[in-house]
């Protein structure tokens, strides 16, 4: 069983920052891709960014230039650099790890991403 343990969120004001770490009980190399998701109450839970093994990246349209999804293999984390947030980026914010050849996702618990004035 893998286990994500994410860190980070918290209240900031609009136009600030945060920076979240999701760190995996194992190597996150043995993942086919790694991502942070979000989910806003009464919506859907959405991809926010991944990282596949090979290092390439995707974003969701909304955060393209704000956020930026890095990984440390020392560490078998990622992280989630958020710049000038906004309130429409209020979610629950949950570390995914995928291995494609398992069919499996693996989730973190959630941390609390809160922007407001």
């Known amino acids: 069983q893998v286990q994500l343990v994410e860190s980070g969120g918290g209240l900031v004001q609009p136009g600030g920052s945060l920076r979240l770490s999701c760190a995996a009980s194992?190597?996150?190399?043995?993942?086919?891709?790694m991502g942070w998701y979000r989910q806003a109450p009464g919506k859907e839970r959405e991809l926010v960014a991944a990282?596949?093994?090979?290092?390439?990246?995707r974003y969701a349209d909304s955060v393209k230039g704000r956020f930026a999804i890095s990984r440390d293999r020392a560490r078998n984390a990622i992280y989630l650099q958020m710049n000038n947030l906004k309130p429409e980026d209020t979610a629950v914010y949950f570390c995914?790890?995928?291995?494609?050849?398992?069919?499996?996702?693996?989730w973190g618990q959630g941390t609390q991403v809160s922007v407001s004035s």
């Open positions: 194992m190597n996150i190399f043995n993942f086919s891709a």
């Open positions: 990282i596949v093994v090979n290092g390439i990246t």
């Open positions: 995914n790890a995928r291995r494609t050849w398992l069919n499996r996702d693996d």
